[in-house]
């Protein structure tokens, strides 16, 4: 059965046409189209792939995904075999080898359910992997040299796109008076929230029976268990520890429960519930700040400058310019993965 919403053509022809207003200027014609086509080729062919694949059973927003990945690499790893000096007759085979990689890694990785960013860090390292094998193949049989090899093995496109992004928002550093008013706003907002949260716990480590933090939420859990049908509460109850799994049970057991708990720190336990659970967003700069934000008022400087010590200068850049609030330019994907990778580390 096809992919419900998925239309590969068009996603295809889209990808080519963003291409088409992104490669570089300053090639030659013939190669700006090389670079065109073999995106939509690529995009096209694993989009058909992975459409007529019955046995993938992923969604559209999946398939999407993966063919999105091939399309990005497939423009950024062509850029490179143009400026690597390697004779054009090579091109396409070592595309079909790096494509074929792509594709395969993310559908597996999609498939097994693997973290984003983590399979785009795998992507990223097999492309390397492909691309640098066939260099070495070509050197070895005599078809380049050591010089063209360095100078293929040196280039990166997707780190010269970074720091072209990032040398332009040092140019136009000079945010808006509004922009930045309204970031300390935001910022004073968040301050005045965290004091409100620590007022409410303190609350609730005062209330009778020296009830916890964890009780109490466990307890707000078992209000909104008590209105769901039975079965689907069984559900969720089923994947909790011995002890709370109890607890939930005793509290739902409890006829009035919600006139014993204070509605202030009811609806505080039931807003961080919400605020704990996956959510898709769009990935935007205001998203990846706030998120940046968030981990610098919960940890010092120096802490999350040794997570990142041993990456490379645009991210701490990137780091860096955002404790002041302001971003540094890095390509979307790249800073969230970026952001996430900080969260993830501390």
């Known amino acids: 059965m096809a992919i419900e919403g998925f239309d590969y053509k068009g996603f295809a022809e889209s990808m080519s046409e963003q291409a088409k207003e992104l490669v570089p200027k300053d090639l030659q014609p013939e190669q700006q189209e090389y670079i065109v086509k073999t995106l939509g ?39 490179d075999l143009i400026h690597s000096g390697i004779d054009p007759q090579f091109w396409d085979s070592i595309m079909q080898k790096i494509a074929f990689t792509i594709f395969e890694v993310a559908k597996q990785g999609v498939i097994r359910e693997v973290p984003q960013e983590q399979l785009l860090q795998a992507v990223e390292h097999h492309v390397v992997k492909v691309y640098k094998k066939c260099i070495e193949d070509l050197q070895k049989r005599g078809m380049i040299n050591e010089s063209v090899k360095e100078q293929a093995e040196s280039q990166s496109n997707i780190d010269e796109m970074a720091r072209k992004a990032a040398e332009e928002q040092i140019k136009q550093k000079e945010a808006p008076l509004e922009e930045a ?24 480590e005062a209330t009778a029976g020296c009830v916890t933090k964890r009780q109490m939420k466990l307890m707000a859990l078992a209000m909104l268990l008590k209105i769901m049908p039975r079965d689907k509460s069984a559900n969720i109850i089923k994947d909790f520890d011995g002890n709370d799994k109890k607890l939930l049970n005793h509290y739902m057991s409890i006829a009035n429960l919600e006139s014993l708990l204070d509605g202030d720190i009811l609806l505080t336990c039931l807003r961080e519930m919400k605020d704990s659970l996956p959510i898709k967003r769009t990935l935007s700069t205001d998203t990846i700040m706030r998120d940046l934000l968030r981990l610098y008022k919960s940890n010092t400087r120096d802490k999350i400058e040794k997570i990142i010590k041993n990456e490379r200068p645009l991210v701490k850049r990137f780091i860096s310019q955002a404790y002041d609030g302001e971003y540094s330019g890095l390509p979307l994907k790249v800073a969230g993965i970026v952001a996430q990778y900080v969260e993830d580390s501390i």
């Open 41 to 79: 080729n690529f995009t096209m062919l694993a989009g058909e792939a992975i459409y007529n694949d019955e046995s993938l059973n992923i969604n559209a927003d999946q398939a999407v995904f993966i063919t999105q990945i091939i399309a990005e690499w497939s423009f950024h790893k062509s850029i």
């Open 181 to 204: 008013d309204n970031r300390r706003k935001e910022i004073q907002k968040r301050r005045e929230e965290v004091r409100k949260q620590r007022k409410l716990e303190k609350e609730m």
